[in-house]
């Protein structure tokens, strides 16, 4: 499973970046918000930084907005994935980028439905929002895996791009059930190298080395 950061904090994607964990970059109005940058100079400086797909989201709502918004977010870089939302206008969108040779990425997805229109518009990724859904008490991870299903029934080249992720255990069943990617904020990502079991063991062997005397170095 490919890993994307959900961020635009760029301190933060290059600390992750560094150890090999970055594949791609997702953001969106509210992150790019949340980092006070102007999104434009800060999607420049990740696009540079990292080799993989950066989203970069669209804010019109008619198609012929989020096709002319897209080409420009597109000039940033090669590595530039522009990203719609999974409405009618969306899809139009979609089509016609994607036609044009560009990689889309298709958000704001809440039903297998709508993740199969935006594999017959075209679309490079489509992204479920798990955590929105399990906040209204449904079960963001069964998206997911209808949308495997559909997509492996079809051949369907969209990849999955599990998103809204909240927890290390989305991380764990989103790779479980095949998601091609998953993005999630750095917090999520760095906590999966965490186990008490691992604090635990850490800590008694130090415990007994100190027993011994001994130094390594
Ligand atoms: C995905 O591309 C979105 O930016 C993101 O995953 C949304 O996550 P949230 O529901 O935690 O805001």
């Known amino acids: 499973m490919k890993f994307f950061v959900d961020t635009a904090d760029v301190e933060a994607i290059a600390e992750l ?90 958000t704001l997805c809440f039903s297998a439905n709508q993740a199969l229109l935006a594999a017959k518009a075209g679309a490079t990724f489509i992204s479920p929002f798990i955590g929105r859904l399990d906040d209204l008490n449904l079960d963001g991870m069964e998206l997911i895996e209808e949308i495997r299903t559909i997509y492996d029934n079809y051949d369907f080249r969209t990849e999955i791009l599990a998103a809204s992720i909240r927890s290390v255990n989305h991380m764990k069943e989103a790779a479980l059930i095949g998601a091609d990617v998953a993005t999630a904020p750095p917090a999520v990502i760095k906590a999966m190298a965490g186990h008490v079991l691992t604090d635990k063991g850490l800590d008694a062997f130090l415990k007994d080395w100190e027993k011994t005397g001994q130094k390594i170095l």
């Open 17 to 106: 970046n560094d150890l090999g964990m970055v594949d791609g970059v997702t953001t969106n109005p509210s992150l790019i918000m949340k980092s006070g940058r102007d999104i434009k100079e800060v999607t420049r400086e990740i696009c540079a930084m990292v080799a993989g797909p950066v989203s970069a989201e669209t804010v019109a709502l008619d198609a012929d907005g989020m096709i002319a918004e897209g080409r420009e977010l597109a000039k940033i870089a090669d590595n530039i994935t522009i990203k719609v939302p999974l409405t009618w206008a969306g899809l139009k969108a979609c089509k016609v980028l994607s036609d044009e040779g560009r990689m889309v990425n298709v």
